[in-house]
């Protein structure tokens, strides 16, 4: 049976190597095929012809999946936008490791809110679709998590940065799904739930996503700015009701979204007109690659599949709950060290000015849990390791965070207070001074969120 430190090294270990199976710009490099004029995306063939390429990449992973299209397209590629967070090296020379090739402009949008990056980013992009759009080219989206923020315009005049900077941070904080998130979002922009690509109605277009949203949603990557969102969205104004909302967004942004139909934007393009999408990553593939990392170190793993977006105390105590049934049905835990996976975002409302995101929290709240008298079956030692694909958590610099069953114990000793921490949204400062925040930098990839728990 691996002790505490051996089972720490292990979480650390699968989490890495998860990292590795959704590299972005290998995701790319493995789903597209360039023979002569044929361009096969996965399974499906694009007749490329003669015609001019050209490519906008929005979103955490933005610039390796650009510089990947770029070595698969070759000369046939003749412009593109790059737009995102940081300037992440991708897999090249070291001397151009922060340099994106001259045939990409770049520009580096704001997150998690919009900044006046983000509209400048916009103005290129609406220049450069233009520009596609006259000559009848193609365009390749390449469309990855966070991408929300970084390019972003205000369907209205009237409606200013300062609005949608606020609009924005009272979606992120109300606890909403991503999906509700969205269908507000969409109503006062310019660009989200498929208005980017509609300024490009005659090209063919192709979507390669990188997603950071649950399994048949990527509809909502990046807020959709190349795909239409989903008939069955809710409401946006149902969704401010849900959530109270009304009172702390601007009036601007109210007054959009009043005048927005309730059917999702449609556009008029083309019907001639390639309209292609294909996600190449998603968090099943983080999910995978985990419990299969977990078993190639012996142990027997088992995926939570019902415990993915709930609210995060709901998911923190069922996560607990299911490992401790896990470890009662595998047998012995002598002879079968077990890990229990778990993917998705829980929904983790700020309640305090603290630093930190939802998988610090999440880690602390296990932590708590696991030591919770109410839980009937024998205290256990366990590791979990809670961190986001694209290493930022919340307003923190750090991926998430590793607790182990001594975590508490080791905290109070030294004078912390876990609940107090927790009321005030700062578990990165908790976890800094145990020197147990996991931070890897940005990934230059964006899959959602992995938990790891081994015991």
Not at 74 to 84: A, K, N
Not at 233 to 245: D, G, T
Not at 273 to 287: C, G, K, T, Y
Not at 370 to 395: K, R, Y
Request: glycine share 8%.
């Amino acid at each position: 049976m691996p002790n505490l430190m051996q089972l720490r090294l292990a979480a650390r270990e699968i989490f890495d190597e998860t990292l590795r199976a959704v590299d972005a710009g290998e995701a790319v490099r493995r789903a597209l095929h360039l023979e002569g004029s044929r361009l096969t995306v996965q399974d499906a063939p694009i007749n490329l012809g003669n015609r001019r390429i050209y490519s906008i990449a929005i979103g955490k992973a933005a610039l390796p999946m650009a510089l990947a299209l770029e070595d698969v397209i070759g000369e046939g590629f003749i412009r593109g936008l790059i737009v995102g967070p940081v300037r992440t090296p991708p897999a090249r020379s070291p001397q151009e490791a922060c340099v994106p090739p001259s045939l990409w402009q770049w520009c580096e949008g704001g997150h998690p809110l919009p900044t006046e990056a983000s509209l400048s980013a916009a103005k290129e992009a609406f220049a450069l679709l233009e520009r596609a759009n006259d000559e009848r080219a193609i365009v390749i989206f390449l469309i990855s998590g966070g991408g929300s923020a970084m390019l972003e315009w205000p369907i209205q005049e009237d409606i200013t940065l300062a609005d949608l900077r606020m609009a924005n941070k009272v979606l992120i904080n109300c606890g909403a799904s991503i999906v509700e998130i969205n269908s507000v979002r969409q109503a006062f922009s310019a660009v989200k739930g498929g208005r980017l690509a509609s300024r490009a109605a005659n090209c063919d277009q192709i979507t390669l996503i990188v997603s950071d949203v649950p399994s048949g949603q990527e509809r909502n990557v990046a807020s959709g700015p190349t795909l239409a969102l989903s008939r069955d969205f809710p409401v946006p104004q149902e969704v401010i009701a849900r959530y109270h909302l009304r009172a702390e967004l601007p009036e601007t942004i109210l007054c959009a979204i009043e005048a927005e139909p309730h059917a999702p934007f449609a556009s008029d393009d083309d019907a001639k007109a390639v309209r292609e999408h294909f996600v190449l990553l998603d968090n099943d593939e983080a999910i995978g690659a985990a419990t299969e990392t977990a078993r190639r170190r012996g142990f027997a793993a088992e995926i939570a599949a019902d415990i993915t977006d709930q609210p995060i105390a709901k998911g923190s105590v069922g996560l607990i709950h299911k490992l401790k049934q896990f470890c009662q049905s595998s047998g012995s835990p002598v002879s079968s060290p077990t890990c229990l996976i778990s993917g998705g975002e829980f929904a983790c409302p700020v309640n305090g000015n603290g630093i930190g995101g939802r998988n610090q929290e999440t880690a602390l709240r296990l932590a708590l849990e696991s030591e919770n008298p109410a839980q009937e079956s024998t205290p256990m030692t366990f590791v979990a390791l809670c961190a986001g694909t694209d290493g930022i958590d919340g307003n923190s610099p750090a991926a998430g965070a590793i607790v182990d069953s001594t975590t508490i114990q080791r905290a109070r000793a030294v004078g912390l207070d876990p609940e107090d921490f927790l009321k005030r949204s700062d578990a990165y400062s908790f976890f800094v001074a145990l020197g147990d925040a996991i931070t890897t930098g940005a990934t230059g990839t964006n899959v959602r969120d992995i938990r790891i728990l081994l015991a």
